[in-house]
């Protein structure tokens, strides 16, 4: 399809859609719609930054027809009910609307002037795309909008402060409600809200550290993800409560923030490092341990962890974890409180510090019987990466032996349903 061609075909296609919103049902006009943007996806990763010019010609159009097809989706979910989404002429549409936020995506990712960005497009993208997100019924939200948010975050980063908490408002509830029924549905919503959550963390801190003080629904969704059998999510959540643990301890924010949450993610993490289940997780778990006990041990925190604490925090917190350990009964007294005297005598040596708890774990009775290689996953990933080195060096050292790094893979567009 040339320049021309898609121009006035756009240009027609707008026309249309501006004299009556129904003749946007008609499937060859959705068909083509969603060819031109495809090839609009195109140009923009060959040509990057030279995009601009032509992005600002499709934009305002662009997110009027991503409304007019929230709207005509809407009214078919309202007439025939949620199995209405899974209507060919309606999975049409959400296609047109998954090119959309695509393209959008593709501009932030290849065009650089975050400027330009912020002051032309971001307000009319987030209006109309985090209003769809919140507003959809959970079969008709897309996940391609939480990727969007996550891209956009990358890029934006102190620049996207002010938009946060409008962030976290359209999408955190809605997705909260969608994922956390069970393990298994909406699994690509699951994964790129959490990736979210860990840009916001990672890029916007100060927002999201307000965000946080304000909605105990924040921790509680991070602690859901590391609780979650799933490697991928579990994982992201435990790095998001190990950067954010890093970045509060910075903040005046963190004594307030700490005797809110220190002792209730001390027994989360505990609960998920002893229940056999996260065994992958193992390296993280015992860094937020490490990371937990070096704050109280150092007196970072300068208040009473709880009401009425009738002593200092280290002790208080020694004591509270022998209650904890107290519960497995095949360990004695004198056993716990080796553990937690060692925790804080090697909570300077990360090394040293899980081999204790290994250790530890290895004889409690719910993993006596099991496979445990995955505690090792450290020891085994770094000889790893030590061999591939070695093999690398020794390609390296003949001519030709190395072999080409492959091109990058395309992502593979969908396509239209007849």
């Known amino acids: 399809i040339n320049a021309e061609y898609m121009g006035n075909a756009w240009n027609d296609i707008i026309a249309k859609a501006q004299a009556n919103n129904d003749n946007l049902r008609d499937p060859a006009l959705m068909r083509d719609l969603s060819h031109i943007i495809k090839s609009n996806v195109r140009a923009c990763r060959a040509v990057g ?8 010609k499709l934009f305002a159009p662009m997110v009027e027809l991503f409304k007019w097809y929230s709207t005509l989706i809407t009214q ?24 959309i936020v695509r393209l959008i ?4 990712t290849y065009v650089d002037d975050t400027e330009n960005i912020a002051e032309n497009f971001l307000p009319g993208l987030l209006d109309a795309i985090l209003m769809d997100y919140h507003d959809s019924c959970p079969d008709a939200r897309d996940s391609q909008v939480l990727q969007l948010m996550c891209v956009l975050v990358n890029k934006m980063q102190t620049k996207l402060l002010p938009e946060v908490g409008r962030i976290l408002d359209a999408t955190l509830e809605v997705t909260l409600q969608m994922i956390t029924k069970n393990f ?44 979650h059998t799933e ?33 209730s993610i001390m027994n989360d993490i505990f609960a998920v490092l002893t229940d056999t289940l996260h065994k992958t997780g193992f390296k993280l778990q015992c860094a937020i341990i490490q990371h937990l006990v070096q704050v109280v041990a150092g007196d970072q925190i300068n208040a009473a962890l709880a009401r009425d604490q009738p002593m200092e925090n280290v002790p208080f917190v020694q004591n509270y974890l022998l209650t904890l350990f107290c519960n497995f009964p095949n360990l004695s007294r004198r056993q716990i409180e080796i553990f937690i005297k060692g925790l804080f005598e090697l909570k300077d040596d990360a090394q040293m510090f899980r081999s204790h708890v290994r250790d530890f774990l290895i004889q409690l009775k719910e993993f006596a019987s099991q496979d445990n290689t995955d505690l090792y996953d450290d020891e085994r ?15 390296l050292a003949v001519p030709g032996l190395q072999q080409p790094v492959p091109p990058n893979a395309r992502d593979v567009d969908g396509e239209m349903m007849d």
């Open 184 to 227: 298994e549905d909406y699994p690509e919503h699951r994964l790129n809200f959490f990736k979210l959550l860990k840009e916001l963390n990672e890029n916007c801190f100060p927002s999201f550290l307000a965000a946080v003080q304000q909605s105990k629904v924040i921790m509680d969704s991070v602690v859901w993800a590391f609780k």
């Open 231 to 263: 490697r991928n999510i579990g994982d992201t959540g435990l790095s998001i409560l190990l950067e954010f643990l890093r970045n509060v301890l910075l903040s005046p924010l963190a004594t307030p923030f700490y005797q809110v949450y220190f002792l």
């Open 381 to 395: 990933e770094a000889e790893l990466q030590r061999k591939k080195e070695m093999t690398v060096r020794r390609h």
């Open 76 to 99: 078919e979910v309202s007439a025939h009910g949620v199995q209405a989404t899974k209507y060919s002429y309606v999975r049409n549409m959400r296609i047109v609307k998954r090119e």
């Open 105 to 108: 995506q593709e501009f932030i």
């Open 49 to 56: 930054n030279a995009y601009i010019v032509q992005f600002g």
